[in-house]
C-alpha cells in the first residue's frame, strides 16, 4: 500500500518546527528516521495530515560527553551510537544494543530519539534507557521537561509525549568505575526485532561483591522492565553462578509477557531467564576483568 496524502514541512529551526507541531497538534506527526513512521503510513496504520521533517534542524545529531554525561541529539542514528568510540568505552550496552537493531540501512537512517518516541515493545533502547537510569529532554513551544524511563514509556507504542512536543535529546548518565555492561537479545534471524533482549549494568565493590546491579528488559510487555527484585536480591553478594541463576529464575516470575505470533509467553519467560542469566555473566565478568568496563 502507499501511504496516505498528507501535508509535508521541513522546518529550518527547532522554534519553526516547536511552532509548526503546536499548530497543528492534532493531526502532525513528526518524521525522524522514517523506519518507523514510514511503514506506519504505507499500512495505513497512522494517517497524519501533517508530517514535520526534522531532518533539517541544524546541530542536532550531536552525540557528545558533557559533565560526564552522555548526551544524544535527536538526529543522531544507531550506526552513529553504534560506532562511536566514546559511547563504545563508556556505555558499551548502547553501542552493543544500537549494533543488534534491524540492518545497516535501518541503522543509517534510524535514530535513537526516534525508537524512544516510538516505543516499540521489543525495541533495544527503551531497556536500555530504564536499565542505565537515563532521561529524555522533550521540548515544545511551551518550554522544556525532562522525563526517567518509568514516566516516559507509558504501554505498547505508548509515551508520555504530548502531540506538540519534540524529543530532542536522550541523556546517559556516567557509569561508576568497575561497572560491566551489555546487551543480549534473542531474534529469529539477523536483523529481525529481538523476542526478548536484556539490558545489563553491574557494579563491583572494592571487595568484589555486587554493589549495583541493574537489569532491564525488553519484548516482556508494553514497557522496558526493570528487575529491581532481582536486582535487590544481588546487591551485597559476592557474584556465583548460583545467585546468577535465582536471579535471572526471579526476573521469569515476575515478568507478564503475553503470547503473540511470534512467542509464546512461556517462551519469552524462558528467553527472559536465559538472557538474564547470560547478561548478568558477562557483565560481571567485564566488571571484574578491567576494574571497568
Ligand atoms: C525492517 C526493519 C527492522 C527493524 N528492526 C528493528 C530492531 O531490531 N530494533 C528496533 O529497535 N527497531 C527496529 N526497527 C525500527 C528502527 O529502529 C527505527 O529507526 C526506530 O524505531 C524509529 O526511529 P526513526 O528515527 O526511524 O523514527 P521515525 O520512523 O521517523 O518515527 C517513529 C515515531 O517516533 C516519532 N518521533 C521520531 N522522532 C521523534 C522526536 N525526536 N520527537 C518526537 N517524536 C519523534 C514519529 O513521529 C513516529 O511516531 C526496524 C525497522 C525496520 C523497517
Redesign the pocket.
Known amino acids: 500500500m502507499k501511504a496516505p496524502a498528507f501535508d509535508y514541512e521541513a522546518p529550518a529551526t527547532l522554534e519553526e518546527a516547536l511552532g509548526l507541531l503546536q499548530a497543528r497538534a492534532d493531526d502532525a ?12 503510513l504505507n499500512m495505513r496504520l ?1 494517517r497524519p495530515a501533517l508530517i514535520v521533517d ?1 531532518n533539517r534542524l541544524p546541530g542536532l545529531d550531536y552525540i557528545r560527553i558533557a559533565g560526564g554525561q552522555l548526551q544524544v541529539g ?1 538526529l543522531a ?2 550506526t552513529a551510537v553504534a560506532s562511536h568510540p566514546e559511547v563504545k568505552k563508556g556505555w558499551p550496552v548502547l553501542a552493543e544494543a544500537a549494533a ?4 545497516d540501512a ?2 543509517n ?3 535513537l ?3 524512544l ?2 516505543s ?1 515493545p ?4 527503551p531497556a536500555v534507557l530504564a536499565a542505565l537510569d537515563g532521561e529524555v529532554v ?1 521540548r515544545s513551544a511551551k518550554g522544556e521537561r525532562t522525563l526517567k524511563a518509568d514516566d516516559f514509556f507509558l504501554g505498547y507504542l505508548t509515551t508520555a ?1 504530548q502531540p506538540d ?4 535529546e536522550v541523556r546517559f548518565p556516567a557509569l561508576a568505575p568497575r561497572t560491566g555492561s551489555t546487551f543480549v537479545e534473542f ?1 529469529p534471524r539477523v ?4 523476542v526478548v533482549g536484556v539490558a545489563a549494568a553491574v557494579t563491583l565493590g572494592g571487595d568484589g561483591s555486587w554493589q549495583d546491579v541493574r537489569l532491564a528488559l525488553t519484548g516482556v510487555g508494553g514497557t522496558p522492565f526493570r528487575a529491581r527484585q532481582a536486582e535487590s536480591a544481588l546487591k551485597g553478594k559476592k557474584p556465583t553462578a548460583a545467585d546468577i541463576q535465582a536471579a535471572a529464575a526471579q526476573v521469569a516470575e515476575a515478568i507478564e509477557p503475553d503470547s503473540d505470533i511470534k512467542a509464546s509467553a512461556r517462551y519469552r519467560r524462558h528467553l527472559a531467564r536465559t538472557l538474564s542469566e547470560r547478561a548478568l555473566t558477562t557483565a560481571a565478568e567485564r566488571a571484574a576483568g578491567q576494574g571497568g568496563r
Open positions: 506527526k513528526v518524521l525522524a528516521g522514517g523506519q518507523s513512521l514510514m511503514p506506519m497512522a526534522i535527536a542514528r544507531h543488534q537493531i534491524g540492518h535501518i541503522r537512517r534510524g535514530t530519539a526516534g525508537s518516541a516510538h516499540d521489543t525495541a533495544e533502547h522533550v509525549l512536543e519534540l524529543l530532542t531474534a536483523g529481525d526485532f529481538a
